[in-house]
């Protein structure tokens, strides 16, 4: 049988185990604490920052839709063309506030003028708000409306008018649907000319379109902007740039 020197001798041995076992645990479970602390810390911070990038990005559009905004309430018209023209142009980034819903269905009555009514309804349209039946077109484009793709137009000057007309009317004969044509301000105006498609669905018209464009005597090239919508748009945009001539005698 062991003798109390050895129970005792046991029972030492024991205590030394525990503290040890303590002197090892306290500090791991300190580190591995801290470490978790670190690293709630750390995603809490790429939170806040992601989050103040967020609010930074909304305060800008915020900022810029104002500007938008002054421009389309102007008495001056170049001003209210000029607002509608970019503003065309950036309607898929962001969501339209309602401020400039207010100001565009105003617009899209014909309130001032026909020109800014199918500018508006236009826009409205991209942003998933307009009727595009509101929209008044030329009686071509209503025949086909309903199944053909839309085509908007834009020159920049207004000698691009009879090209642009004689354009109008081949795309309409080989079935697209071409809302009027627009002149837009040399702040938005594009220097070439280009066929930009808005959905992956709509390379194959935009090809026939550049065809029909060449035979014409136009150098055009084609832009893929599908993945800049947030959502798929079947209309194509055609821009004829400020370098593009007259094309009599071509």
Do not use: C
Not at 55 to 67: H, S, V
Not at 180 to 203: C, H, L, M, Q, W
Request: aromatic share 6%.
């Amino acid at each position: 049988m062991p003798n109390e020197s050895e129970n005792e001798h046991k029972g030492r041995d024991w205590v030394d185990v525990l503290d040890l076992i303590t002197k090892i645990a306290i500090p791991l479970v300190v580190f591995l604490v801290g470490i978790g602390y670190s690293m709630h810390q750390d995603t809490l911070a790429d939170l806040r920052k992601k989050t103040d990038e967020a609010l930074a990005d909304k305060r800008r559009l915020n900022d810029g839709q104002f500007e938008y905004l002054k421009l389309l309430v102007s008495k001056a018209p170049e001003d209210e063309q000029l607002g509608m023209d970019m503003l065309d142009r950036s309607v898929r980034r962001y969501e339209l506030s309602a401020e400039l819903v207010a100001a565009l269905t105003v617009y899209s009555s014909g309130a001032k003028g026909q020109a800014l009514a199918d500018k508006a309804n236009r826009i409205l349209d991209k942003a998933g708000i307009g009727n595009s039946s509101d929209t008044k077109e030329s009686p071509a484009t209503s025949a086909a409306a309903s199944s053909a793709v839309k085509v908007y137009i834009q020159i920049a000057n207004e000698q691009q008018k009879p090209d642009a007309e004689r354009l109008r009317d081949a795309l309409n004969k080989e079935g697209f649907a071409v809302n009027p044509i627009e002149t837009v301000t040399s702040d938005v105006a594009t220097v070439n000319n280009y066929v930009r498609f808005f959905a992956a669905t709509g390379a194959a018209p935009a090809s026939k379109a550049k065809q029909i464009m060449t035979s014409l005597g136009y150098e055009t090239g084609i832009q893929d902007f599908s993945a800049y919508s947030e959502k798929p748009l079947s209309s194509l945009e055609i821009w004829i740039g400020k370098k593009q001539q007259p094309l009599a005698g071509k």
